[in-house]
């Protein structure tokens, strides 16, 4: 089953999360649960005051039975959020250097700074990257432990192990579409600016970029690679058996160790 069809099996029978990783488009998917759920029953989660009051576990959250939570979160964060409750979570990654200059568009028309520092040219984007130790962001939303794997197909797969899906921005439009035809929906997608992400970059801003954004191109391209042949999950448990590196002999009176310890995969929802 591939990651798409998983999103498609789990939104008729328990609640959806969206793992909104900032500037991939995901405000759209937002609006369009909310024309077809209600907004009652829609929740987004973007603030830092709403991640320390969900922390605690007598507020109102945990007990408000809605159907599509939107959050800026890890997907680590949430599981830890949602404890036991059954949920069905999906991610969506966009092409890395065209999230970062939309990001980085969307700073200078917001007129965001920095610990008093603006943010004008990308120059100066980069650098506030460099202060905040910003690196890999799509990849640290879909770790499921705070330390990455030794590979980035080893994050995306105890991710999709564990019963999630993700897409790449082409692919959510997929996901509206069957929504619109199996819910009979006839709303319109709420308009929403995404930031345009092109943007003449020099040789040299672009090296710089890469840097903070390696593991995201790979993560990026893999899942592009993968949608192409439909079934994401068959595909990573190959890649990541090729990939993983090979058990080092233990020494004399040691035990065994597996550098590896190949998770388990539960279809369907999260429990």
């Avoid at 790449?168 to 579409?177: D, F, G, I, P, S």
């Avoid at 999950?233 to 058990?247: H, K, Q």
């Amino acid at each position: 089953m591939s990651g798409f069809q998983m999103v498609l099996s789990g939104i008729e029978s328990v609640p959806i999360v969206h793992c909104h990783i900032p500037r991939t488009g995901g405000m759209s998917v937002d609006y369009y649960f909310r024309n077809v759920f209600g907004d009652e029953n829609c929740v987004r989660l973007g603030t830092e005051e709403d991640f320390i009051r969900i922390r605690d576990p007598n507020d109102p959250f945990h007990a408000f039975r809605w159907k599509y939570l939107s959050a800026h979160l890890p997907a680590r964060d949430i599981m830890n959020v949602m404890g036991a409750r059954k949920f069905f979570m999906f991610t969506i990654v966009r092409d890395p250097v065209e999230r970062e200059v939309s990001s980085f568009k969307n700073i200078v028309e917001h007129s965001y700074s920095e610990h008093g520092r603006d943010i004008r040219t990308f120059d100066d984007y980069l650098d506030m990257k460099e202060r905040l130790d910003e690196y890999d962001l799509q990849c640290n939303y879909i770790q499921m432990n705070e330390m990455p794997a030794r590979s980035v197909s080893g994050d995306l797969l105890k991710y999709i192990s564990a019963g999630h899906s993700i897409m790449t921005v082409a692919r959510n439009y997929m996901l509206q579409e069957y929504m619109r035809v199996t819910l009979g929906s006839v709303h319109v997608i709420r308009p929403h600016n995404v930031s345009a992400s092109h943007l003449d970059l020099t040789s040299d801003q672009r090296r710089r970029l890469e840097g903070f954004i390696e593991r995201d191109l790979e993560l990026y391209e893999l899942v592009r690679e993968a949608e192409q042949t439909g079934d994401l999950l068959n595909d990573w448990r190959i890649s990541w058996r090729a990939s993983a590196p090979p058990t080092q002999k233990p020494k004399p009176g040691e035990p065994a160790r597996r550098e590896f310890d190949y998770p388990r995969y539960t279809p369907g929802p999260h429990p």
